[in-house]
């Protein structure tokens, strides 16, 4: 598939090399980013006849690990409703939505689609890619951006939820480590 954007602006070009926007910044202002200009207070990067940004390599340090070929992986969307009750009963603003690119999640207040999108309900069927296996999620295909929004005074990190559901697997983790010991100290 061919893009027919010729320039993309920092979240697109960050989205389209699988990088954060900070790390992509970080290139721009190091001059790294071939043929990226500046336009008021935004920049606009050139994309190449793969529809890609071009990167220069570093002087130093390990390969770069950007995408260099267009994603293969659907940005599936949840909105995760545990979170939302907390917020509302405890006065707080955690993420309360979801964003999942592969391997990679991250949490975000709202987001923008820029491009068609299909919303999935499975309810004998649930996602369990999402902790607890969501039953209702949002779909987008690789080749659209989805730009992630925060609230300027909101919480940040993951919502509540998933910080339990990690300290649960952890104690979990410690205790099947504590019992293969106890094992092996009874053998010995």
């Given at each position: 598939m061919v893009m027919t954007l010729s320039l993309a602006t920092t979240t697109q070009a960050a989205?389209?090399?699988?990088?954060?926007?900070?790390?992509?910044?970080?290139?721009?202002?190091?001059?790294?980013?071939?043929?990226?200009h500046k336009v008021k207070r935004f920049w606009k990067i050139p994309l190449n006849?793969?529809?890609?940004?071009?990167?220069?390599?570093?002087?130093?340090?390990p390969q770069p690990t950007w995408n260099k070929f267009p994603r293969k992986a659907k940005t599936i969307v949840h909105v995760l409703r545990?979170?939302?009750?907390?917020?509302?009963?405890?006065?707080?603003?955690?993420?309360?939505?979801?964003?999942?690119?592969?391997?990679?999640?991250?949490?975000?207040?709202a987001l923008k689609i820029n491009g068609p999108c299909q919303i999935v309900y499975q309810p004998h069927n649930p996602n369990k890619?999402?902790?607890?296996?969501?039953?209702?999620?949002?779909?987008?295909?690789?080749?659209?951006?989805?730009?992630?929004?925060?609230?300027?005074?909101?919480?940040?990190?993951?919502?509540?939820?998933?910080?339990?559901?990690r300290a649960k697997t952890k104690k979990s983790k410690s205790k099947k480590k504590k019992s293969k010991k106890k094992g092996k100290n009874r053998t010995s």
């Open positions: 989205f389209l090399l699988n990088i954060s926007t900070g790390r992509l910044r970080f290139l721009l202002n190091q001059g790294r980013v071939i043929g990226a006849h793969r529809g890609m940004p071009e990167i220069k390599p570093g002087r130093r340090g545990k979170t939302i009750d907390y917020n509302r009963d405890h006065g707080t603003s955690h993420p309360a939505v979801a964003v999942k690119v592969g391997d990679k999640k991250d949490y975000c207040h890619s999402q902790a607890g296996g969501a039953r209702l999620w949002i779909e987008v295909e690789p080749e659209h951006i989805v730009e992630r929004k925060y609230f300027v005074n909101g919480d940040y990190g993951p919502p509540p939820e998933v910080v339990q559901q």
